[in-house]
């Protein structure tokens, strides 16, 4: 089945410390997202990519850094620079060139800073 | 700047009891919108989308939303509520000049009670 798969589920992080999202869809979609969840606030873009080795700023990139090495794939470091990185993070991917097709999800990872 | 506004953080209902959350967004020019469920700790999943034709889409699990371009918005509607309707429920605009991104309101909490 096609999908987006993100890992892990649950991630603990101690201050100071960098760590990889990792997200990996095989949809064939060229754009991949980053978003950030937190209580009440909606989700917020990091970064985007559409485009194997390209991506852009979100509106929240200060303390995070992606790549692009692969279609497949889109990881997200949540550096120690992040001064609040407890949160739920959101991986999707999308289909370039037709902006009347929805954004396609990954179940989620969710950052404690312990 | 492209904003959404979701006018309830919080919406307690009965069972078989209606339901409308409201939806709003900050501009008139040519936009596609989006209504996702997220049950707690996963990802998001498509309810509807409105792209162009009538202003009445019918979504899954008995959605609806209605986009009126006169008011900007695009609030959805339930007849009778499930109690497996408890989630969150997102707003998304893509505005058609701004490429592939989307914007997201805050989130609508919708709680069904017995």
């Known amino acids: 089945d096609g999908g987006i798969t993100q890992s892990p589920k649950y991630l603990f992080r101690k201050e100071g410390q960098n760590v990889t999202l990792s997200c990996e869809q095989n949809l064939n979609h060229d754009a991949m997202y980053w978003y950030r969840q937190d209580p009440g606030q909606g989700l917020r873009l990091i970064y985007y990519?559409?485009?194997?080795?390209?991506?852009q700023k979100g509106d929240i990139a200060e303390g995070y850094s992606v790549s692009r090495e692969k279609k497949e794939s889109f990881p997200l470091t949540v550096t120690s620079a992040q001064k609040n990185p407890t949160a739920f993070y959101l991986c999707?991917?999308?289909?370039?060139?037709?902006?009347?097709?929805?954004?396609?999800f990954g179940q989620g990872t969710r950052l404690t800073v312990v | 700047a492209q904003s959404v506004t979701q006018l309830d953080s919080q919406v307690p209902v009965f069972e078989e009891a209606p339901v409308e959350l409201r939806c709003n967004y900050s501009s008139s020019v040519s936009v596609y919108l989006f209504w996702y469920v997220q049950y707690p700790n996963q990802g998001l999943q498509l309810l509807l989308k409105y792209l162009s034709g009538s202003t009445l889409v019918k979504g899954i699990n008995g959605f609806e939303a209605e986009f009126n371009k006169s008011q900007t918005s695009f609030h959805l509607r339930k007849p009778s509520v499930h109690i497996s309707d408890t989630a969150e429920y997102f707003c998304a605009v893509r505005y058609k000049a701004a490429g592939n991104k989307l914007t997201f309101g805050g989130g609508t909490r919708v709680l069904v009670k017995p």
């Open positions: 990519s559409q485009i194997v080795n390209d991506f």
């Open positions: 999707a991917s999308s289909i370039v060139g037709q902006q009347n097709t929805e954004a396609f």
